[in-house]
Structure formats: C-alpha cells, structure tokens
C-alpha cells in the first residue's frame, strides 16, 4: 500500500496537477490534513464519490468541518485497510444463507479495527460515517455498539449514553409491570 | 500502516459522544439489538421509549410475540364449517393487558371480505384465511393480511370447500423473501363422511406469490402420515415442518416450498420409556431453532421441551422439563387437545406458553429460567382449541395489489 495516510504537517507540499493526483486531501475541523486513495474514498464514502464527481474536492484540503481529526483518522484508516483487505469469499457466501439480517458480520480486520477504538472513538466514528455516507463503515461500527449494549441493564446503558434518567418511579413501574412476563432479572 | 499515532490526542473535552448521538443513528443501533434488549432499553429514558415505539421505526425494529388469535364462537370448530357465517375470533396479549394488540374483528376489510372470513393460519406477521365472499356457496378465495399495517392481499383464482383438504398453512420469512407460500394439503379423507381414522395425506398444492401459480406434488414421504389440523406449524429455511402422527408414533413431517424434498423427523424418545407411544409433539421455533413440546415419556407427569440444535440434524436435546403439577396443579394432564396445549413456544425467550382447562380454559406462560408461571387472560368457554401466535410486522412486505 503505497497511500499512507496524511501526516498533520503534510500541508502544501502538493503541487501535482489534479487529475495526476490519486489521492485526495481531506481536512479536519480542527484543521489537520489527511490523505486518502481517491479509489477507496469514492467507494466506501457517498458523499466523498459525490465531491470528487462535482469537482468540489479541495488540492490543499477538503474542509470536513463536521468530522474532528480523531475521527477522521480513523476514516482514512478505515478506508486504507479496506483497500488492502481482500474480501472473504467464505464471509460472503455464508452471509447469504437463511435467516440472517442483510447485514454482513464484520471480518476479522474490520472486528480488530473497532475493537482497538476508545469508547469515544466509537462514537464519534459512527457520527463520521454516517456524515461520509460510508455504508459499510456504519454498518460495522453501529454492530459494535449493539454489541456493547446487549445484556446491559437500563441502568448501564444510562451510564454509557450519559442519559439522564427521566421517568418518575411511577411510571417506571409502569413499563417494567407492562413486560413483567418478558423482564426477568438476569 | 504507521499505526494510529496515539500522540494526536488531545484535550479534547466535549460531552460524551454517544449522549450527542441523533435519533437516525440511535435507531440504526437500536435496530441491531435482540429484541429482550430493546424491551428493557425502553426503561432507559421517554426519548427511548418514543423512539422504539415510533412509527416510523418499528418496521425496521425487531418485534416479537405479542399475543394470540383463538375463535372465540363454540360453533366454530377446525375448518369444518363450510358456512362460515360470521366472525368471531379475538385476540389474547401476552401482556395481559386489556386493550388488544390487533383488532381481530379486521375491520380495515370491506364488509364482505370481513364477514364471510375464516382464520386459517399465521406466520411471522401475516394471516391466512379464506374468504367465503362468493355467491356461491362453499367457493371461497385464499386472502393474506397483514393486521399491523392493515394491508391485505388474495391469492389469485377462486376455490372451492373441499372435505379432503383439511390443513392448509402459511409460509412466510420477512428476513428472506418479501413472498409467501401456500401449502394446502390434500388427505385421503373419506367423502362418505365415515370416521375419519384414515385421513393420511395424498399431496400438496403449493402457491408462491413469488411466480403466482400453484404447483401440485404426490406425497413422498416414507409412511403414511395424518396432519394435526389444530396445531402450528414452523416455517423455516424454506421448509414447512407440520406435527403429524404416522401408523403407531406421531412424527413431525417436512415439506420444502418446491414439494421436492419429503423428511419424517422421529420425535424424541427415552431409550427405557415404559410408555409404548409418544404423546402429540407441539412444535415452534425459538431463538432461530426448531422446538418441540409433549409429555415426557418416562412417567407421564412432566412437560418436556426439545431443541433441535443442528439444523441439519434429526436429533432433539432436551432442553427443560417441568412437571403438570407445577404448571397446573395436577399430576396428569390430558395433553394436545381438550385441556392442555401448548400454543408458543416465545421467539425470543426460554418461555411457553399453554392454554389450560376443560372448559373454562385460561392462557399462561412458564418462563423456562425463573421457574414462573403466569396466568395471563381467562378465556372462557372458548371452543376453539386453535391458537396462532401472532408477532406484528410493521415493514410493507405485501406484495403490490392488495388495499
């Protein structure tokens, strides 16, 4: 893989014509540059495919100005691993038998790629991807909070969404009593 | 890859990202957790409950067992009643709470189609019935409903009443195909009206919305087998399995949606069972596998419920056993018809649930892992012993055509 992505300190040192160039340049909220295949972006990212269509992509740096330089590292990570990883035949064939979600479970790369990511991470990459209109990457990273949230108890999910309990103890009975058959404690 | 340059963090203190999520990117999680998660995560906050009970999002949100569709007239009695006059069927919770998750009188239908209405089966959200509407008497149409969106459709071409076609069943997978399957199978059943000891089956007719034409296909499997006309069937993987009962054992038959491949699956048995025949075998699926309930068969006193557990496999584990006294506060019970039958096995949950009595009958769950028993509704004198478990689908799968 011979698209690295960006370094922060990369700034104007790209003078190539742009139809030469094979990569685009994409800058963070926080101003930072990365670099990314124009082929894995116009792929994986509608949105991105849109601009580098409509001639809006920028030489010294698209101005992403929705998406912080964490997250959009970990996009053009995303993209770059992609772009190297050679798809499963096994993992697509498999994810078209019966009784599954259209959705495809995440390979082993696209597994570690998640796992590896802070909480906040996370979220903010989900947030990212869905601006990018970056299906697959969605896909991927919202299967990794359901799983982070299976088996959770109101109270743990409360404390991970940072969400203010706003039920009065009433109506709270209310709900648990209307699924007392299906709500047994674990 | 230079690897993720940890260095690049910085003070960056904003509230907690996943507080920030908006309600499309919620819901595209939500959607992708088992629905005993989602139930509870109705707790978290209003903005949840709401956004799990919105419109909008419940078609794209798992649902589950919501209640149950019974007859609820003494006169109705199986598919028998060729005048099928009027209409009287209801719908049980399985919350219990009073008002009913479907109107089960169906009032999105025209008066016709509606009055002259039979409920034949159910599967995963949409409704088989035949519709006696002609002027004929005893000509009927096949109509699928779907009461959630209040959506309906019929199966092109009508049909007459005929005392050899006894089980009909619908076959329906949203997760695999917006089409269903008609399987209406045709019985060796005796136009004199003689006892009908014999009635084993002879063939199917298959309908597919998919190709809109009906396929005929000779009975091919091993032995001679009668159909339970009262009890579910499971529809899974493209193939209709049906609790039936052979020469001297009851069994469970399956038939592919091509009619092509015939399988007898043997109900479990105890290698030292003193009993010479087994009891009928309720089956149901649950968390995607095949499930079966009877009696156990060592002493009669104890429900037993199997998993199938490799789907290509024709062995059953048993799963769980709990005794009649438990369940209903006698030793014995008089299994599959008239007092106590099992109607679901929950989709979702280790949970079954029976109707019990021999007259008045009342609805309960057993929960499987705390041991509970629940008596959900009092049905009354209900005659009819057909329950079909109903889990709403809130997603336009209804092929184009109906209203």
């Given amino acids: ?186 | 890859m230079a690897g993720g340059s940890g260095a690049k963090k910085r003070a960056r203190r904003r509230p907690n990202p996943a507080a920030l999520l908006t309600d499309d990117l919620l819901v595209e999680i939500l959607t992708r957790v088992p629905y005993r998660s989602l139930c509870r995560f109705r707790c978290v906050s209003t903005r949840w409950r709401a956004l799990i009970a919105h419109p909008d999002h419940r078609a794209r949100l798992p649902q589950t067992l919501t209640g149950f569709l019974y007859g609820t007239g003494c006169a109705r009695y199986g598919f028998a009643n060729v005048s099928a006059a009027g209409l009287d069927y209801g719908f049980a919770n399985v919350s219990g709470t009073e008002a009913p998750f479907i109107d089960a009188a169906f009032s999105f239908l025209p008066d016709r189609e509606r009055e002259h209405i039979m409920l034949v089966d159910c599967c995963n959200g949409l409704l088989l019935c035949r519709s006696y509407r002609f002027a004929e008497v005893g000509e009927f149409d096949y109509l699928v409903l779907n009461p959630a969106t209040e959506k309906w459709v019929a199966v092109p071409g009508t049909r007459r009443w005929w005392n050899k076609v006894q089980t009909v069943r619908l076959g329906f997978d949203p997760a695999v195909s917006p089409h269903f399957y008609v399987f209406e199978f045709q019985s060796s059943f005796d136009d004199d009206g003689d006892d009908d000891d014999d009635t084993h089956v002879l063939g199917v007719k298959i309908y597919s919305s998919a190709t809109g034409v009906w396929i005929h296909k000779q009975n091919k499997w091993i032995m001679q087998i009668s159909l339970h006309t009262d009890f579910k069937s499971v529809f899974l993987d493209g193939v209709l399995y049906v609790s039936a009962i052979g020469d001297i054992e009851f069994v469970i038959g399956a038939v592919d949606v091509e009619g092509e491949t015939w399988r007898i699956i043997k109900i479990p048995r105890s290698k030292c069972s003193l009993f010479s025949e087994t009891s009928p075998a309720f089956i149901d699926l649950s968390q995607g596998q095949l499930h079966l309930a009877n009696v156990d068969d060592m002493v009669g006193d104890k429900l037993a419920i199997y998993v199938r557990e490799d789907k290509d496999s024709v062995e059953w584990t048993l799963k769980h056993t709990v005794s009649f006294e438990h369940l209903v506060g006698t030793k014995n019970v008089i299994f599959g018809f008239l007092q106590f039958i099992v109607v679901a096995i929950h989709p979702d949950h280790n949970m079954v649930f029976f109707v019990f009595g021999l007259h008045e009958k009342t609805l309960r769950s057993y929960d499987m892992d705390s041991g509970k028993v629940y008596i959900i509704r009092n049905l009354g004198r209900c005659g009819n012993e057909h329950f079909l478990p109903y889990v709403p689908l809130f997603s336009k799968t209804l092929p184009d055509g109906g209203n």
């Fill in chain 1, 1 to 186: 893989m011979e698209v690295d992505k960006g370094k922060g300190e990369a700034e104007e040192t790209r003078k190539v014509a742009e139809a030469d160039r094979d990569t685009v340049t994409l800058k963070s909220s926080d101003g930072k540059l990365f670099e990314v295949s124009k082929e894995a972006a116009a792929r994986l990212s509608t949105v991105l495919a849109g601009m580098i269509a409509g001639g809006s992509i920028d030489d010294n740096g698209t101005d992403l100005k929705q998406i912080g330089s964490e997250a959009l590292e970990n996009v053009v990570d995303y993209c770059n691993k992609h772009a190297n990883s050679i798809p499963s035949a096994a993992l697509i064939s498999s994810s078209i038998s019966f009784n599954t979600a259209p959705f495809k479970e995440p390979e082993e790369w696209e597994r570690k790629f998640v796992d590896r990511l802070s909480h906040d991470a996370l979220f903010d990459l989900v947030e990212a991807a869905n601006f990018l209109g970056m299906e697959r990457l969605l896909d991927v990273t919202c299967h990794k909070i359901s799983e982070m949230m299976k088996g959770k108890s109101p109270d743990q999910i409360r404390e991970v969404f940072n969400i203010k309990n706003d039920y009065t103890k009433e109506e709270l009975e209310e709900i648990r009593q209307e699924l007392a058959w299906a709500f047994y404690d674990d």
